[in-house]
């Protein structure tokens, strides 16, 4: 028998930093402010049709493509984003975003192809790369000299696309920084993808949690995208539904066919229930997503000052879950170091940046930590940190 029996590609991946920082503050008793998730539900008027959904019966699996009522609000809801999309053939329902992610590489990606990643980037990425036996390249994001804003670098970007690149795996709102990509930058991506005649694939799982005065764009959206474009987002972020895992894939026929003809030798289908109850809360429950984008907002600036007051040096957040912060000004170095004494030491968990990266000494200084909590929560989690300082 082979050992290890785990094919190489895959070994990278075993373990994942969310499950042991998670397991480490339940061990614990710290608070955790390491993995996305809210700790309040989504609409009552959401959560009362999956129950009915339930309750009459709707327990079976449901068409593969997805249900056809959900298909149809996902269209209507990317309408309101500026994009247009035929139910029956340009809208995919999937299992998470994280697994439309991975059905798109699976499908549009041949073995030694590469992809181009943003970094840091989402640790489910990477894998799915691998699983689709592609080659990654990554292009880090810079931080802007006065305002500390992690910015996309264009030059580098362009330098990283080859003969052999064939997909763009984007995240805009960006998970773990907060960046909300502009529409310069994002113009600028538009131009290198039609030049390279490259597949973007997007990540916008974050599109409604958007702060200040900043703006989503879809890439596909922009001058020569909507083409090339398999735009991907989902219903737990947005309705705090985050277990249910649905999530969705558009894009125009051709590309959501050959997704769709990869996904369905995943999971085939999922959530039977959930899917009704998601597509009444695209149609009829946005009104509460913005009151949910404020309340984030304000959760945003309350960290942020708190970790400020605890001697952290804290990035701009311009949307998602998350903010990061600088650990050196407390004299600490490495972020993964002290992401794994912190729930011990003072009852906090964090993430480390670094392990989203190819290049971790470049990240090494950063933790991310995630705001989508209660307020007393993120209140006790400060008055710990303050504790922190060597």
């Known amino acids: 028998m082979r050992e290890p029996a785990l094919v190489t590609r895959m070994r990278p991946f075993t373990s994942t930093i969310f499950a042991e920082m998670t397991a480490l503050a339940t061990r614990t008793g710290a608070v955790n402010l390491g993995q996305g998730f809210p700790d309040t539900d989504g609409p009552a008027g959401m959560l009362a049709v999956a129950k009915e959904s339930i309750d009459g019966g709707l327990n079976q699996y449901p068409p593969g493509p997805g249900m056809p009522v959900l298909r149809e609000a996902i269209a ?50 990477a894998a799915s790369v691998a699983l689709a036996g592609a080659t990654r390249r990554a292009v880090g994001l810079v931080e802007e000299p006065g305002t500390g804003r992690l910015g996309l670098d264009v030059a580098a970007l362009r330098a990283a696309v080859g003969p052999r690149t ?3 795996l984007l995240n805009s709102p960006h998970n773990p920084t907060g960046t909300v990509l502009n529409r310069a930058e994002l113009t600028e991506v538009a131009r290198l993808c039609v030049e390279h005649d490259l597949v973007a694939i997007t990540d916008e799982v974050y599109e409604h949690l958007v ?18 474009t ?19 894939a558009c894009g125009p026929a051709g590309l959501v066919s050959a997704v769709r003809a990869a996904k ?48 952290f ?12 912060a600088d650990v050196r000004p407390l004299g600490f170095t490495d972020g993964a170091e002290l992401c794994r004494e912190l729930p011990g030491r003072i009852g906090v968990a964090g993430v480390p940046v670094q392990v989203f990266t ?33």
């Not at 009151?291 to 960290?303: A, C, P, V």
């Not at 040096?313 to 990061?324: D, M, N, Q």
């Open 211 to 228: 702060f200040d005065d900043h703006e989503h764009v879809p890439l596909a959206t922009l001058p020569g995208m909507a083409e090339r």
């Open 313 to 324: 040096a804290v990035r701009p957040s311009e949307g998602t879950y998350f903010i990061t």
């Open 264 to 311: 369905q030798f995943l999971t085939f289908v999922g959530g039977a229930p959930f899917q009704p109850a998601v597509a009444h809360a695209l149609r009829h429950e946005l009104d509460w997503v913005a009151r949910l984008r404020s309340s984030l907002q304000d959760k945003r600036s309350r960290l942020a000052e708190g970790l400020t007051d605890a001697g």
């Open 230 to 248: 398999v735009t991907i987002s989902g219903a737990g972020k947005t309705f705090n539904c985050t277990g249910w895992k649905i999530g969705w």
């Open 76 to 125: 209507e809801h990317r309408a309101r984003f500026g994009t247009r999309y035929d139910p029956e053939t340009e809208v995919l329902v999937t299992v998470g975003a994280t697994e439309a992610i991975a059905a798109s590489l699976l499908a549009l990606v041949e073995p030694g192809d590469e992809v181009v990643l943003i970094e840091p980037y989402y640790d489910s990425y």
């Open 166 to 168: 064939r997909a763009l």
């Open 358 to 390: 190819d290049h971790p000494d470049q990240w090494r200084h950063l933790v991310r930590f995630a705001f989508c909590k209660r307020d007393e929560v993120l209140d006790e989690a400060v008055r710990r940190l303050r504790g922190l300082r060597v």
